[in-house]
């Protein structure tokens, strides 16, 4: 009977499937940016903290998203479970770092969605998913300009670069 309830939804099940996996990866990476804005927290890095902590209410936001896309479209969305994340960072730095591979890793697999409901004419979805691509790009530019900050003022405090961590958000 599973199967035939399966078969009768509007999304397609291999895409719902994927889209229940892609909102664990959001939940792992809103967790690990709160793992992040707790680290700068107990540094001192009050802009940076902030900066985390808004980039793990931005990734709840998509996992939010995603779960209701599904819902609204037949299908049955599950609440994932985070099992670890890394809490102990040797710098600032390390931890931009981390957080740019953690969204080139969420751009792969958005991307991976996408090509998965072009080959099976997922039209719906693709649509749906337009707007995490273009998140996406927007997330990896954004963990880039930070980096540049290292590079850029590598002989500087690191209270300087902290100073101009929420500008980068508005530009």
């Not at 309830?5 to 994927?18: C, F, G, P, Y």
């Not at 337009?130 to 500087?156: H, K, T």
Request: charged share 30%.
């Amino acid at each position: 009977m599973k199967d035939i309830v399966r078969q009768k939804l509007s999304i397609n099940v291999e895409i719902m499937d994927m889209l229940n996996k892609q909102i664990e990866k959001e939940a792992v990476s809103s967790s690990a940016y709160l793992a992040m804005a707790s680290w700068c927290d107990h540094n001192g890095l009050e802009n940076s903290a902030a900066f985390f902590y808004e980039q793990s209410s931005e990734e709840r936001e998509h996992m939010l998203k995603i779960f209701k896309f599904i819902n609204d479209n037949g299908g049955t969305a599950y609440a994932p479970e985070v099992k670890s994340v890394m809490h102990e960072f040797n710098s600032l730095e390390e931890i931009f770092e981390a957080a740019l591979d953690q969204e080139i890793e969420i751009t792969q697999s958005i991307h991976s969605l996408v090509q998965k409901c072009r080959k099976l004419n997922d039209f719906t979805t693709e649509y749906f998913l337009q707007w995490f691509v273009n998140e996406q790009m927007e997330e990896e530019q954004l963990m880039r300009r930070v980096l540049e900050l290292f590079d850029l003022m590598r002989d500087e405090p690191l209270k300087y670069i902290d100073e101009r961590i929420p500008g980068l958000r508005e530009e």
